[in-house]
């Protein structure tokens, strides 16, 4: 009974990353109506490219303080923001308005290029590497209830952060107003005088750079890094964007969260074995009984 | 009437081909059987993504499902007194294979009623996460009867051998026929409705719903028998030969052949089968070359290197000159 808190704490923790995977798959579906396959992947990229600008930062400064963390968040999060807007460029940017199945096999095929690119010794290496502590493992609170670590606070207010910070700029700024009106009618913001491609690209740079974050958590969470890491917790983000309602961001937060937790707490029981097909079955649940989502609204197919 | 015998002198070579492939060492005859595999396999997939337009990442999983029924009929049968040579071994594979067919198609069943609710990129995860709970199950799957081991969960499952050449390519030869004759029948047409408009599919009243259940049920028939001739073969299966990335394999044969061409997959799946072989030197660029070929085509050429578009042109054409043949 008493590993219910420490589970509900491992929980948040692991959906506060889902959530932040989830936003750039549910963003990226709100204005291209496709799921991008690669993001999983992009999240892996993000990792690696953490694991990377920390070698290179402690070679300047001292590793573990926090604006060496920011560094090494930014450098991450810029190159994977370059990285999501130039497979917009290459791979998807000629598909639009073409079927939806060209461009999800070309996501597939995006998914597959970065994982066996990652893969190649000259690149990554397939071997698992060692995540360096870039946020401190120490614990905060220890009693037989509850045992909190630096990095799980860090990793909840991180995300919270960027999810309120994604929340503003959608909300209340320019380019975010111009993401919704492309989200609502394409054609419509096109018309409007608003640049649909420069809005794609920001999507696609914004989302990447959140699963650049989500990824280096991830990794300062559970330091193995390898090129197939990101395939997993992809899927599993992309399973919580489809609960919260697809093209809602609070949703995917919610789902991200939901998701959390309850493969947390199915680990710690005797479903342990089965926690992912766990979260596979409420993905075909969902989607059986509420195909909208929890936030999602129902949309009304026109001929 | 005609494709009967095709049927019959496709079948007349497998049964030579196979007096005569004594020659051939290990290795050759292991590529050769993949090949055969992987026509069943992707000829089959290709009735749902390609005929049908509904888009499955979940054959492997059907696949798995077929190979691990059908290993433990066999395995079932084999410690009760059959044996596993000549005919008798010919009828624990009929008997496994029919039965693995079976529960691998009732699998198809499961999966193909959420389709009826789901397109396109929503289908794919669901298919794929079906593909995952399979492999999740039977890696938690191990019991024992009398003594011997079933599923063996992720230790994996020893089979008997009982695969042979002129059984694989049989089968091939048997599911690329059903499935041609099938499609190029006037309750066929019904799937390729369903694929290029399933609104005015269903204003013309053809039931979309049905087919597409159909399209799932037909398709995990014969992976099930598929993966049954497969661990039949390699003698040992575990989960992890059926993973989502098997699927992805199989669905890139389809898509290279060209969705909806039965000769085009097959020529694909004999050369994506061949190539990997080929390129063992390179081996780290193997799949490298595979993704950058999946978005390149997609973005030059969607409909498949060996397009579906000019094969269905040719047989309309055929089909214009020779009225008898379009009324049957």
Known sequence: MNQILQQLVNGISLGAIYALIALGYTMIYGVLRFINFAHGDVFMVGAFMGYYAATWVSSIAPIGTVPAAILVFLISMTICAVLGAAIEFLAYRPLRNRPKLTVLITAIGVSLFLEYVGQHPAVFGPDPKGFPSIISSRPIIQSTLLTLNVVQVVVIGVSLMLMFVLRFVVMRTRIGTAMRAVSYNQQAASLMGINISLVITFTFAVGSALAAAGGILYASQYPSIDPLMGIMPGLKAFVAAVLGGIGNIPGAALGGFIIGIVETFAAGTFLSTYRDAIVFAILIGILIFKPSGLLGKKEIEKV | ?328
């Open chain 2, 1 to 328: 009437m005609r494709s009967n015998y095709v049927l019959l002198i496709a079948l007349a070579f497998v049964f030579a081909a196979s007096q005569g492939i004594g020659f051939l060492n290990h290795y050759y005859l292991q590529i050769l059987m993949y090949i055969g595999f992987n026509i069943i396999l992707a000829t089959s997939l290709n009735l749902i993504n390609g005929f049908t337009g509904q888009f499955s990442l979940g054959h492997a999983g059907f696949m798995g499902v077929g190979a691990y029924s059908a290993a433990i009929v066999s395995t079932y049968l084999t410690t009760h007194g059959f044996g596993t040579d000549g005919a008798m071994g010919s009828v624990v594979l009929l008997v496994s294979l029919l039965i693995s067919g079976f529960i691998a198609a009732l699998a198809g069943l499961a999966v193909g009623y959420p389709s009826l609710r789901l397109k396109g990129d929503y289908l794919a995860i669901v298919t794929l996460g079906f593909n995952e709970i399979i492999r999740v199950i039977i890696q938690n799957v191990d019991f024992k009867i009398g003594g011997v081991d079933y599923v063996g969960g992720a230790r994996g499952f020893t089979v008997p051998k009982l695969t042979t050449f002129a059984w694989t390519f049989g089968v091939a030869v048997v599911v690329v026929w059903v499935i041609e004759n099938l499609i190029n029948s006037t309750y066929g047409r019904g799937f390729l409705a369903v694929r290029d408009d399933e609104v005015a599919a269903e204003a013309m009243g053809v039931n979309t719903t049905k087919f597409k259940v159909r399209a799932f049920v037909i398709g995990a028939f014969c992976a099930g028998i598929g993966g049954g001739l497969f661990g039949h073969f390699i003698q040992y299966i575990n989960p992890d030969s059926f993973t989502f990335l098997k699927s992805i394999e199989i669905v890139v044969m389809v898509i290279l052949g060209g969705m909806g061409s039965t000769p085009g997959v097959i020529i694909a799946a004999i050369v994506l089968t061949i190539l990997p072989e080929a390129l063992r030197e390179i081996d780290q660029y193997r799949m490298i070359v595979y993704s950058l070929l999946l978005i390149i085509l997609m973005i030059a050429r969607p409909q498949g290197l060996f397009g579906t578009e000019s094969i269905k042109r040719r047989t309309k054409k055929r089909r214009a000159s020779n009225p008898a043949t379009a009324i049957t």
